[in-house]
C-alpha cells in the first residue's frame, strides 16, 4: 500500500496501523466476548438455580466453567485494558501514535484468530476442555479430550499476542513521551500500564512454556508431570501460578490506573500522594513474583513453603492499602459530583475492598485449608475482577467516551447502568461467601439443598447483572449515533494532556510533541 | 545516515499483519490435526502452508521495513523503538528458558529426591515405587514399565565440552564483524559473519550427532523420564534458537555484502548480534546445569 494511503471499509480495520482503530477493534473484540463468556455463566447460573440436574449434564456445566474463565480473562479482560492502553496512552503522554503500529495491528489481528480456535472446540467431536481454566494435569493431559490441543494453540497465540501487544506499549511508554514529560510526571494510568507491560512480558512465556509442556506430555512421551518418570503434577501448578498470580495483577493494575485517574477529576482536587501511588504499583508488581503458591496450600508443600508464601501474600496487603488510603484521602475535602464514571470509581473502592479482604483471609494458611476450593474462593476473586476490573472498566468508557467520539453519552440510562449492575453484581457474589463458608464446593453442577436459598439468589442477581449490561451497549450505540457534541475538555475537572486535544480526538493524536512545563 | 526530523514515522495500512495471523493460525490448526490423525497428510500440509505464508510475511514485513529506513524516513527515534522492541523481546525469551530450567531444579530438589522418599516423602516412596533410588541424573526411573530406562546419561566433557568452545568463540566473531561494521570496513565484517555462521552451523551439527549418539547407543530418548524429557526439551528449545539465530546472521551477512550497513545505522546488525549473545549464555547455563552438575 502507498504511504498516506487509507482504504475504506473492511480492509480500512484489518490493514489499519492507527492506535485509535485498533483500540476500538481491541474494544470491540473483548465486548462481544463479555456477552459470550457471560452467557457462558448464565448457563452455569441457570443449573444451579435449583438443587438436582435440570438443564445440562455435568461434562457441559464443566467445559462451561472452563470457558467461561477463559474466555473472560484472555479474552475479555485482558483485550479491552489493551484497548484502553491503545486508545489512551499515545493522548496521554503526547506522542502521534504506538511505538511500532504495524506490530501493534498483527497484537489484535492474531487474538480473533485465537478465540475461534477455541470456541472451536465446542463445536468438534468429543467434549471442549473440561479441567477448568487452571488446566491441571493429568486432566488436561492423559484424561485431556482430544480438544485440549486446540486450547493448547490458542493460549500459544493469545501470549504471541500479548507478549507483542506489550513490548509495544513498552517501547511507547519508555521512546514516545513528549519532551518535559519524565517518568515521574507521566499520568498514572501510564504508569499503571508500564508495570503491567513488564509483568506481561515476564509471564506470558512462562505460560506458553507450561502448555508447551503439556502438550508434549500429551504426544511425545515426556514426563514433566508425571511421577512415572519423575515428575509432579504439582510441578504444573507452581509453573501456572508463577504464571498466574501476575496475571491477576495484569488484570487489576491497569484498573488502578483508572480510578487514580477519574478520582481527581470528580472531586476537583489532586491525586493524594501520587509519587506513593507509583511505588505501591511497583511493589505490587514486585511481590506477585513471590506468593505463587498461595493459591496451592492444600497440595501438600513443605511447611516453611507454605509460611514463605503466607507471609509475602499478606505483605501486599501493605502497599494496596496505601492506594485504597490515597484514593479515600483524594476524595476527602473534594467538591465531590457523581458522573457515572464516578459512580464506578467509588463502586470500585468500595468492593474491591471487599475482594481485597477476603483475599486477605485466604492467604492464612489453617483458614485457606477450609476455604480452598469452596465458594467462598469464588467470591472472592468474582469481588476483584467483576466489580473491580470490571466496573474500572465501565467507568474508563464513561469517562473517555466523549473524547473518543466527540458527543455525551444518555447520563440518565448510564446511572441506570450503574445501580442495576451495583445491586445485581452484590446479590450475585455476596451470597457465595456464606456458600463457601458453609462448605460448597466450587466447579459442581449439583449441590446439597441447604445452599438452595442462596444460590437461587445468586443466579437471580446473575441473570440482573447480565441483563444491565445490555443498558450499557444501547448507551454506547446512543453516544456514536445521536449524542449532543461536546467539548475539548469535556469534564470540568479534567487534566491531563488527552483534555488538550479536541473532541472528537484527530486520527494521529500529537504529530508534533507538545511541550510540557 | 539520518536525517534530523521531528516527526515520528507512522508506517501506512499494511497487509502483512493479517497474513502472519493466518499463517499462524493455519500452522496452529494443521498441527493439532496432523497430532489427531498420524495417517492422514492433511494436517502436515496445513502446517507446511501456514509456516510458508509466515516466512513469507516476514520476509516482506522485513523488506518494508528496509525500504523505508533505505527512503530515509527513520528518525533516531524510531530507532530506539527498534531497540527497545528487541531488548524486550529477548526478556521475554529470558523467561520462556527460565521456565525450563525451573522443571530442571524442581525435578532435581523436590520431585525425584521426594519420590525416593526424603522430605515428607517417605509414605510416597513406600506406596508408590519402593524400588526407586532417586539418583540424578535420573537412569533409573521410579516406573520403567511406562518411561524406559536409559542405558546411561550424557557426559559434558565430549561433543558438549567441544559446543561450548565453538559458541564461545562464535561470540567471540560475532564481535569482531561487529568492529568491522563500526570502522566500516567490509571485509572484517564479512569475514566475521562468515565465520561466525560456519561455527554456528558446526554447533547444529555436532548437536544432531550428540542426539543420534544419545537415541542409538545410549538409549537416552525424550520418552525416557524427566532427565530424557528434560535433556531434550533444553538443548532441543536452544538449538531451535541457535538454527534461527544462524538464520539472522545469514540474512544479515548478505545485507551486509549489499553494503547496508553504515557505522552509526546498523540496528539490525546489532539486534542479531544481541540475540547471538543471548543464546550464548543460555547455553552456558544449559552446560553448566543440564550436563556439568
Request: proline share 6%; with cysteine; glycine share 8%.
Amino acid at each position: 500500500m502507498r504511504t498516506g494511503e487509507r482504504p475504506k471499509g473492511v480492509i480500512r480495520w484489518i490493514t489499519t496501523t492507527n492506535h485509535k482503530d485498533i483500540g476500538t477493534l481491541y474494544l470491540v473484540l473483548a465486548f462481544i466476548l463479555f456477552f459470550v463468556g457471560g452467557s457462558m455463566a448464565l448457563v452455569i447460573r441457570t443449573e444451579l438455580f435449583a438443587p438436582g440436574l435440570q438443564w445440562v449434564d455435568p461434562d457441559f456445566f464443566n467445559q462451561m466453567s472452563t470457558l467461561h474463565g477463559l474466555i473472560m480473562i484472555f479474552g475479555f479482560l485482558m483485550p479491552s485494558f489493551v484497548g484502553l492502553a491503545n486508545w489512551q496512552i499515545p493522548m496521554m503522554i503526547g506522542a502521534p501514535d504506538m511505538a511500532l503500529p504495524r506490530m501493534n495491528n498483527l497484537s489484535f489481528w492474531i487474538l480473533p484468530f485465537a478465540f475461534l480456535l477455541l470456541a472451536s472446540t465446542l463445536f468438534i467431536e468429543g467434549p471442549a476442555p473440561n479441567f477448568g481454566w487452571t488446566l491441571y494435569p493429568p486432566l488436561s493431559t492423559t484424561y485431556g479430550p482430544d480438544s485440549t490441543d486446540f486450547l493448547i494453540f490458542s493460549i500459544h497465540l493469545m501470549g504471541i499476542s500479548s507478549i507483542m501487544g506489550a513490548i509495544n506499549i513498552i517501547a511507547t511508554i519508555l521512546n514516545l513521551r513528549a519532551p518535559g514529560m519524565s517518568l515521574i510526571k507521566m499520568p498514572i494510568f501510564v504508569w499503571t500500564w508500564l508495570i503491567t507491560a513488564f509483568l506481561l512480558i515476564a509471564v506470558m512465556p512462562v505460560l506458553a512454556g507450561s502448555v508447551t509442556m503439556m502438550l508434549m506430555d500429551r504426544h511425545f512421551g515426556t514426563s514433566f508431570f508425571n511421577a512415572g518418570g519423575g515428575g509432579d503434577p504439582v510441578l504444573f501448578q507452581h509453573l501456572f501460578w508463577f504464571f498466574g498470580h501476575p496475571e491477576v495483577y495484569i488484570l487489576i493494575l491497569p484498573a488502578f490506573g483508572v480510578i487514580s485517574e477519574i478520582l481527581p477529576t470528580f472531586s476537583r482536587k489532586k491525586l493524594f500522594g501520587r509519587t506513593s501511588m507509583i511505588y505501591a504499583v511497583g511493589c505490587i508488581a514486585l511481590l506477585s513474583f513471590l506468593v505463587w503458591a498461595h493459591h496451592m496450600f492444600t497440595v501438600g508443600m513443605p511447611v516453611a513453603g507454605e509460611l514463605f508464601f503466607m507471609y509475602t501474600t499478606m505483605l501486599i496487603a501493605v502497599p494496596t492499602g496505601v492506594k485504597v488510603f490515597n484514593w479515600v484521602a483524594t476524595l476527602y475535602r473534594g467538591s465531590i459530583t457523581f458522573e457515572p464514571p464516578m459512580l464506578f470509581a467509588l463502586a470500585f473502592i468500595l468492593l474491591f475492598t471487599i475482594g481485597g479482604f477476603s483475599g486477605l483471609m485466604l492467604a492464612m494458611v489453617p483458614a485457606d485449608f477450609q476455604y480452598h476450593d469452596t465458594y467462598f474462593v469464588v467470591a472472592h476473586f468474582h469481588y476483584v475482577l467483576v466489580p473491580g476490573a470490571v466496573f474500572a472498566l465501565f467507568a474508563a468508557i464513561y469517562y473517555w467516551l466523549p473524547k473518543w467520539t466527540g458527543r455525551l453519552y444518555n447520563m440518565h440510562i448510564a446511572r441506570w447502568h450503574f445501580w442495576l449492575s451495583f445491586l445485581a453484581v452484590n446479590l450475585l457474589f455476596f451470597p457465595m461467601h456464606f456458600l463457601g463458608l458453609a462448605g460448597m464446593p466450587r466447579r459442581i453442577a449439583d449441590y446439597a439443598l441447604q445452599f438452595a436459598e442462596f444460590n437461587r439468589m445468586a443466579s437471580i442477581g446473575g441473570f440482573t447483572f447480565g441483563i444491565a449490561q445490555l443498558l450499557f451497549i444501547v448507551v454506547v450505540i446512543q453516544c456514536i449515533l445521536r449524542g449532543p457534541r461536546t467539548t475539548s475538555r469535556v469534564w470540568e475537572g479534567s487534566h491531563g494532556l488527552e483534555w488538550t486535544l479536541p473532541s472528537p480526538a484527530p486520527y494521529h493524536s500529537f504529530a508534533i510533541p507538545p511541550k510540557i512545563e | 545516515m539520518h536525517a534530523v526530523k521531528n516527526t515520528y514515522y507512522v508506517p501506512s495500512a499494511s497487509y502483512w499483519p493479517i497474513m502472519g495471523s493466518i499463517g499462524l493460525v493455519m500452522a496452529a490448526t494443521g498441527a493439532v490435526t496432523a497430532l489427531h490423525n498420524h495417517n492422514s497428510q492433511y494436517g502436515f500440509y496445513l502446517l507446511l502452508l501456514g509456516f510458508t505464508m509466515l516466512v513469507a510475511m516476514l520476509f516482506g514485513w522485513f523488506r518494508s521495513v528496509i525500504c523505508e529506513d533505505a527512503a530515509e524516513l527513520y528518525s533516531r527515534q524510531v530507532e530506539q523503538s527498534f531497540r527497545w522492541g528487541m531488548a524486550w523481546f529477548i526478556f521475554s525469551e529470558v523467561a520462556f528458558f527460565g521456565a525450563f530450567f525451573g522443571v530442571l531444579f524442581y525435578a532435581r530438589n523436590y520431585s525425584v529426591p521426594w519420590l525416593a522418599g526424603s522430605g515428607d516423602g517417605v509414605m510416597t516412596h513406600h506406596l508408590l515405587w519402593p524400588e526407586f533410588q532417586g539418583v540424578w541424573p535420573l537412569v533409573e526411573n521410579p516406573d520403567p514399565t511406562k518411561f524406559q530406562n536409559p542405558k546411561w546419561y550424557m557426559g559434558a566433557w565430549g561433543v558438549p565440552a567441544i559446543n561450548t568452545l565453538i559458541l564461545l568463540s562464535s561470540a567471540v566473531t560475532v564481535t569482531w564483524a561487529h568492529w568491522g561494521v563500526l570502522q566500516a570496513r567490509r571485509l572484517q565484517i564479512i569475514l566475521g559473519l562468515a565465520a561466525t555462521v560456519l561455527l554456528g552451523s558446526l554447533f547444529l551439527y555436532f548437536q544432531a550427532y550428540e542426539y543420534i549418539h544419545a537415541y542409538q547407543e545410549l538409549e537416552l530418548k525424550i520418552s525416557s523420564g524427566i532427565y530424557g524429557t528434560i535433556f531434550f526439551t533444553l538443548t532441543g528449545f536452544h538449538g531451535l534458537h541457535v538454527a534461527m539465530g544462524t538464520l539472522m546472521l545469514t540474512v544479515i551477512g548478505f545485507r551486509s555484502l549489499k553494503g547496508h550497513f553504515s557505522p552509526d545505522n546498523h540496528f539490525a546488525f546489532e539486534a542479531t548480534a544481541w540475540y547471538w549473545h543471548f543464546v550464548d549464555v543460555v547455553w552456558l547455563c544449559l552446560f553448566v546445569f543440564v550436563y556439568c552438575l
